[in-house]
């Protein structure tokens, strides 16, 4: 659904001028939030490394305190709207729930391009190839940006641990990655560890 101020200048928060994406996109969406006071680190780990909710989109783990001054979490759970049901369902495989807030939302975003580049990875004489899928949006001031998805890199970790038999930080391979993404990318990208 367009925004009547969708590609026009608006007054930004420092009294400067900025200009709305064209490309922006909007879509319904479903915030589920659980108060969580009732569980260990632990096990509250279980919900955060399930695959398995149906229409997961993202989820977020914030820590709190309650009134009685206990620790606590909120989960917050990003589900697409249809999937709702089945979502609650998976989620109270892991916690007992006795009920939950949900806020029906309307995600505005702009919409990137997603493209695969060929990465070499180079380690100790050793060499690994491997395709990742990237997103690159043009950020306001008009440079391109480019992000790899946490699924490709949760990939990539877990076969250069098994085919180069080596240890390296999620983060510092991320790291290594985004280094070779600034500016123009090209089709076969080589990082080395």
């Given at each position: 659904?367009?925004?009547?101020?969708?590609?026009?200048?608006?007054?930004?928060?420092?009294?400067?001028?900025?200009?709305?994406?064209?490309?922006?996109?909007?879509?319904?969406?479903?915030?589920?939030?659980?108060?969580?006071?009732?569980?260990?680190?632990?096990?509250?780990?279980?919900?955060?490394e399930?695959?398995?909710?149906?229409?997961?989109?993202?989820?977020?783990?914030?820590?709190?305190?309650?009134?009685?001054?206990?620790?606590?979490?909120?989960?917050?759970?990003d589900?697409?709207?249809?999937?709702?049901?089945?979502?609650?369902?998976?989620?109270?495989?892991?916690?007992?729930?006795?009920?939950?807030?949900?806020?029906?939302?309307?995600?505005?975003?702009?919409?990137?391009?997603?493209?695969?580049?060929?990465?070499?990875?180079?380690?100790?004489?050793?060499?690994?190839?491997?395709?990742?899928?990237?997103?690159?949006?043009?950020?306001?001031?008009?440079?391109?940006?480019?992000?790899?998805?946490?699924?490709?890199?949760?990939?990539?970790?877990?076969?250069?641990?098994?085919?180069?038999?080596?240890?390296?930080?999620?983060?510092?391979?991320?790291?290594?990655?985004?280094?070779r993404?600034?500016?123009?990318?090209?089709?076969?990208?080589?990082?080395?560890?």
């Amino acid at each position: 659904m367009p925004d009547e101020n969708c590609g026009k200048s608006i007054p930004s928060k420092m009294g400067e001028t900025m200009q709305l994406p064209m490309n922006r996109k909007e879509e319904q969406g479903v915030i589920l939030m659980f108060q969580v006071d009732h569980l260990s680190g632990e096990e509250i780990g279980w919900v955060l490394e399930a695959d398995t909710i149906p229409g997961l989109k993202n989820r977020h783990l914030i820590p709190t305190l309650t009134k009685k001054g206990r620790p606590g979490y909120l989960l917050l759970l990003d589900v697409d709207p249809g999937l709702e049901a089945k979502a609650i369902g998976s989620v109270a495989e892991f916690l007992p729930i006795f009920g939950y807030h949900r806020f029906s939302t309307k995600h505005v975003f702009t919409k990137g391009i997603s493209r695969a580049v060929s990465l070499v990875v180079h380690a100790h004489g050793r060499m690994l190839e491997a395709t990742l899928h990237l997103r690159s949006f043009s950020s306001l001031k008009g440079a391109d940006r480019h992000f790899v998805e946490s699924d490709d890199l949760a990939v990539l970790h877990r076969r250069i641990k098994k085919e180069l038999n080596m240890t390296v930080s999620r983060l510092e391979l991320k790291k290594r990655i985004d280094t070779r993404l600034k500016g123009s990318v090209r089709n076969r990208i080589a990082v080395k560890l």
